[in-house]
């Protein structure tokens, strides 16, 4: 029995859990494991299982930019390095504001060992692919996003493991995270390569939109809202009937964020009509958004996000042999290409002059 099969099981049976039977489930791109409890009793609960050594050290408020840097990808870009202590304060601020992120019974923050409320098995993705109608699900996503985005975003979250900081998601971030595009293509595509010309028009290119994200940063963003963690509890009312998991990451962050993320999803298709729809209900609801300037912003973010998905797609594939990322890389490449569009003119003279239209496969 390894060590950490041991933590797991004395954790258990410190939350009365001991006698439950453990089911895990399929794995994903991180390196957070989940088990479905199942108690004698026919209750069913989620074991989360998050080893903090297992990712390099979150960013700390007061680190520089060049320090965050040299601490590794977690300080630059993503900030919380997963931590359940994010997880589970960023899980209290949803539940304090109306919205369905799931109760924590048991938690060892220092174990990286949580455990649960059950949601089930209702993904969006999911559900959808068995035949129930995609539009109310996309318009009641639309609708906990607007209640998210309206509720005051605190510089620090209280939750059962402490305080944790709602780290903004600046240019440090941003760009760190569009620079694993030229970081990683080159490794997969090797006739995608940037030379230092290259290179310095890129973070010219780039320069003045997280810039400008970085300023307009006013509401928390979950930062990975999308179908496949999205939860449908039809049962619940009103913005709760979507159940949210995976917001260990969340951010102060620009409001178009989590709109493209769930919008222009790297893994499913979302027809164009409902892309208009959504973005039609969320408008309505939100009624003193400039909508023009706002959907500059949507347009260039959402081309990082798909420069930044790509690059990570292109690690997963290269560094870690996740091969099926690949079959995910075509809907990226049309999404960053129509983006292009109604982007800053700089990122569309960049990527004409080295990822022409033939390249973006």
């Known amino acids: 029995m390894s060590d950490r099969e041991r933590q797991r099981l004395d954790f258990l049976k410190t939350a009365g859990l001991a006698d439950a039977v453990r089911t895990p489930l399929a794995g994903d791109a991180s390196t957070r494991r989940y088990e479905r409890l199942t108690t004698p009793s026919g209750r069913s609960l989620m074991l989360m299982d998050q080893v903090a050594a297992a990712e390099s050290p979150p960013a700390d408020p007061a680190w520089s930019p060049e320090r965050r840097r040299a601490e590794g990808w977690n300080a630059t870009a993503r900030l919380s ?4 202590e994010a997880f589970a304060a960023v899980a209290s601020h949803m539940r304090d504001v109306g919205l369905s992120a799931p109760m924590i019974p048991a938690l060892d923050a220092a174990a990286g060992l949580a455990v649960l409320e059950d949601f089930g098995d ?4 999911r559900v959808i692919d068995d035949g129930q109608d995609e539009t109310p699900l996309y318009l009641a996503a639309i609708e906990a996003l607007v209640r998210l985005q309206e509720a ?3 510089e620090v979250l209280s939750g059962p493991a402490g305080d ?3 780290q903004v998601y600046d240019g440090t971030a941003l760009k760190g995270g569009a620079d694993l595009f030229i970081e990683w293509l080159p490794r997969l595509r090797p ?3 940037f030379s230092d010309t290259a290179r310095a028009r890129w973070d ?3 320069a003045g939109l997280v810039q400008h994200a970085e300023r307009e940063a006013t509401v928390m963003a979950h930062r990975d809202f999308h179908a496949e963690n999205l939860i449908w509890l039809p049962d619940r009312e009103g913005p709760a009937r979507v159940g949210m998991i995976d917001f260990q990451d969340a951010v102060r962050a620009h409001p178009s964020w989590d709109l493209h993320s769930l919008l222009q999803d790297a893994r499913r298709d979302v027809p164009p009509a409902l892309e208009a729809l959504a973005l039609d209900h969320y ?3 939100r009624p003193n958004v400039d909508r023009e300037a706002f959907m500059r912003d949507y347009a260039a973010l959402a081309t990082l996000n798909e420069a930044r998905i790509l690059g990570i797609f292109a690690r997963l594939i290269v560094r870690d042999g996740k091969d099926r990322y690949a079959a995910f890389m075509p809907r990226m490449w049309n999404h960053l290409t129509a983006n292009l569009a ?3 003119p700089r990122l569309g003279a960049w990527f004409d002059d080295y990822v022409p239209m033939g390249a973006r496969t």
């Open 81 to 84: 390095a997963g931590r359940i």
């Open 122 to 125: 209702d993904l969006f993705a």
């Open 152 to 154: 005051p975003a605190p």
């Open 164 to 166: 944790w900081p709602l």
């Open 191 to 193: 006739d995608l390569q």
């Open 204 to 206: 010219e290119a780039w």
């Open 283 to 285: 408008f309505s609801l």
């Open 342 to 344: 109604a982007a800053d």
